[in-house]
């Protein structure tokens, strides 16, 4: 098909970020040079068609060097990519970190979630909107605008702000915690061209940026303990260095299970009983081996690094502290499972996380331990890094498979499972950052011993998010079957009377006081109607505004639904506007009548929602109830 777009050109910027990406347009039809045979014959749509998956990366380029995605801009990708300009620009305004309006192009994203709504965000941005206007509007130069943002992922560290600074040499600087004179300063010094990563800590609440390695201490307050495996390396190996990994006992998991092959590989995560961490908790052994036995190829492995539950941190930790045991186990999980190709599907809000992914990736395809003869073994197997753009609903895996091909990132149907119809279509195993790390223990130890530790039904060792309300905030490990209380004191226990626990995250639930002696284990938390989700552990004390809390969770689901579900585009709005209406002390009927309507918009949720956002998006907001939290 000939696309003709009916737009100004794009710039000669806008081109030459497109066709960094892409390589140079060869023909007339994909929008370079047209030759005279081109008038009569067209030729290499379908492979333009081909690099779809290439648009989310395309649009990223051009977001980069311009901050913004222009109309002719937009027209450029579909020319190059032979796609309608209507599919390139619904892919465009699916993500939050995109815009197709114009924009500064220094931008500060200011997390007012749960945890720094607990720390003060609302009052920073109060502070921003006296000091720099209204949120979205740009500065009196035009250089500068300031954001609310979901969930950033620095939770331990509240209240943060993601910077994201255009021009020929992007910048993106994640911040925590910082204030508004903190935020202020750093926007001045983008503004002059200074780079915000190298700025000195300023202002009351700034801290470091990701301009030095962080204080072990800062982000695992249990550095350094000898009983820790999955957070052993955080603080002693330098996260850059590859050869520092392989000295602290890196690869050699790997070298064992080239060495006893990818049978008995299976057969060992299988006796480790290890299940997902990512909330789902399916059998990681029984994934592997599905994928393995399913008919087609190529086979893929994807790690799910889009880690955007709010009050979830734990994946960031090992991404930035530790991330070549993704990568290791990741070559272990195509080598069992007979992929030859990996992706890592990182969150847009890690600009750390994605510097220090990508460099682990360059340094073992160097040193042989990716690419086209692992080890002197014929396995062939490479990995590549993609970046998400600000969209919660990819973290469920179908999504993530859309967003990857280039698509909006909206769930697909199941079944199909991904085992067998997975990305691109072939089967394809995904496993979340946390589960991914265990697999070098169990390889290490054998999967009998990987779980003795832990309970019957829950093996092994578990991180959980600690924020809130709590003296030390952070990310434990711990062995499945600690108590709530334990892994309280263990962080030092609550700065004030405990009024509500919410666990597993704006998905989870929220539990009272008298829960401090469940055992944090998948069947343990199920038995009082919880769950551990995501691993997300958040104290509220006695001071919470919980109604105001509820309302954030409410607008958080309407903002992320991706609208392609009737019961969940609809019913995520209508239990925001019932929150919101109850904040406002104002109810449709008494309260009784809000609640009972609240639990019939949440019924039709669950029973008819695709996906696990829309079935769990009232699961907090009616748990609080069912505590008697609120009332």
């Not at 000295?247 to 299976?266: D, N, Q, R, W």
């Not at 009983?273 to 990512?278: F, I, W």
């Not at 290791?328 to 809000?349: D, H, K, P, Q, W």
């Not at 006695?542 to 309302?551: C, P, Y």
């Amino acid at each position: 098909m000939d696309i003709h777009v009916i737009a100004p050109l794009a710039s000669p910027a806008e081109r030459a970020a497109v066709d960094a990406v892409l390589g140079p347009a060869t023909s007339g039809w994909s929008g370079g040079q047209r030759s005279p045979t081109e008038g009569h014959a067209a030729h290499g749509g379908h492979a333009a068609r081909a690099n779809r998956d290439r648009l989310l990366p395309v649009l990223h380029a051009v977001q980069d060097q311009i901050g913004w995605l222009s109309q002719p801009a937009l027209g450029y990708i579909s020319r190059r990519l032979s796609l309608p300009p209507a599919e390139v620009y619904g892919v465009a305004t699916f993500y939050a970190l995109l815009t197709t309006r114009e924009r500064a192009p220094i931008a500060a994203h200011v997390c007012d979630d749960i945890a720094c709504r607990l720390a003060g965000a609302e009052q920073t941005c109060a502070d921003l909107e006296r000091i720099h206007g209204p949120a979205g509007e740009p500065s009196a130069d035009g250089r500068t605008t300031w954001l609310r943002s979901p969930c950033l992922g620095r939770c331990d560290q509240a209240p943060a702000a993601l910077f994201t600074i255009a021009g020929p040499q992007p910048e993106q600087v994640s911040l925590a915690p910082i204030d508004a004179v903190g935020i202020m300063d750093r926007l001045g010094r983008a503004a002059t061209g200074q780079s915000i990563a190298a700025a000195r800590p300023g202002g009351a609440a700034t801290g470091a940026g990701p301009n030095r390695l962080e204080t072990a201490r800062d982000v695992v307050p249990q550095a350094g303990d000898p009983g820790l495996r999955l957070l052993a390396r955080v603080g002693r190996v330098d996260p850059g260095s590859l050869g520092d990994y392989r000295l602290a006992g890196g690869y050699a998991a790997l070298a064992h299970s080239i060495e006893i092959g990818p049978e008995a590989v299976i057969a060992e995560v299988s006796a480790s009983r290890l299940l997902g961490r990512g909330g789902a908790a399916f059998p990681t052994g029984r994934k592997w081996a599905a994928v393995r036995a399913a008919a087609g190829s190529p086979k893929y492995v994807v790690c799910n690094a889009d880690e955007s539950e709010p009050g979830t941190f734990k994946d960031r930790v090992i991404l930035e502290h530790d991330p070549f045991v993704v990568i290791e186990a990741m070559t272990i999980e195509g080598f069992a499972t007979g992929a030859s190709r990996g992706f890592v599907y990182l969150r847009g809000e890690y600009p750390l996380a994605a510097a220090r992914l990508a460099g682990a990736i360059a340094q073992a395809r160097t040193a042989g331990l990716l690419g086209p003869d692992i080890r002197g073994s014929g396995f062939a197997f490479e990995i590549e890094l993609r970046i998400g753009a600000g969209a919660y609903i990819c973290g469920e895996e179908t999504a993530l498979f859309n967003s990857i091909e280039g698509r909006r990132g909206e769930p697909r149907n199941k079944p199909p499972f991904p085992v067998e119809v997975g990305l691109f279509g072939k089967p394809t195993a995904v496993n979340n950052v946390e589960t991914l790390a265990n697999v070098p223990l169990v390889l290490a130890t054998g999967g009998a011993a990987f779980a003795t530790t832990g309970t019957e039904g829950s093996t092994g060792p578990k991180l959980f998010c600690l924020s809130g309300h709590i003296r030390r905030p952070g990310t434990y490990e711990v062995p499945f079957g600690t108590t709530l209380g334990q892994l309280l004191d263990l962080a030092g226990g609550p700065t004030g009377p405990i009024r509500t626990i919410l666990l597993g995250g704006a998905a989870g639930g929220f539990v009272g006081p008298d829960a401090l002696a469940t055992p944090l284990t998948f069947e343990g938390t199920r038995a009082i109607g919880a769950t551990l989700g995501s691993g997300v552990v958040m104290i509220f004390d006695e001071s919470t505004d919980l109604i105001g809390t509820l309302r954030r969770i409410a607008a958080f689901f309407r903002d992320e639904s991706c609208g392609q579900c009737v019961p969940c585009r609809v019913g995520t709005v209508r239990q925001e506007e019932l929150i919101g209406r109850l904040a406002a002390g104002h109810p449709h009927g008494s309260w009784a009548d809000e609640l009972a309507l609240l639990g019939e918009i949440g019924q039709a949720m669950r029973d008819a929602s695709i996906c696990g956002l829309g079935q769990t998006a009232s699961s907090a907001i009616e748990s609080a109830v069912r505590a008697r939290i609120v009332s």
